[in-house]
Nanobody, 127 residues
Framework: QVHLVESGGGPVQAGGSLRLSCAVS????????MAWFRQAPGKEREGVAA????????YYADSVKGRFTISQDNSKNTMYLQMNSLKPTDTAKYYC????????????????????WGQGTQVTVSS
């Protein structure tokens, strides 16, 4: 059974940085994709970034390109999201998710493709 646990959220001022972590357990191979999603109150869950575990290819939503970096440390079975230049609009609960790769370049933005989810960690950016 795959298990995902996020950590690292909290309050931060606009312009600041945070690093989220997602501890992963239960996978026996690297043929999957890990992603970060976020959901603000009253809004739909949206894809933020994704990484293909087997080759390290990364993808970002336009809203976070140049500010957020997704990475992985396979020796620690952990995925990260480094968030810089944070804005109040980044305030949301952030979730890590994993799933089987699909065809196309934007499939990763669709939360319905992901099989496993963490419990989420809150990020609150104040102005």
């Amino acid at each position: 059974q795959v298990h995902l646990v996020e950590s690292g959220g909290g309050p931060v001022q606009a312009g600041g940085s945070l690093r989220l972590s997602c501890a992963v357990s239960g996978y026996t191979d690297s043929r999957h994709v890990m992603a970060w999603f976020r959901q603000a109150p009253g809004k739909e869950r949206e894809g933020v970034a994704a990484i293909y575990v087997y080759d390290g290819d990364t993808y970002y939503a336009d809203s976070v390109k140049g500010r957020f970096t997704i990475s992985q440390d396979n020796s620690k079975n952990t995925m990260y999201l480094q968030m810089n230049s944070l804005k109040p609009t980044d305030t949301a609960k952030y979730y890590c998710a994993s799933g089987t790769p699909q065809s196309g370049v934007r499939w990763w933005l669709d939360s319905s493709w992901y099989n496993y989810w963490g419990q989420g960690t809150q990020v609150t950016v104040s102005s």
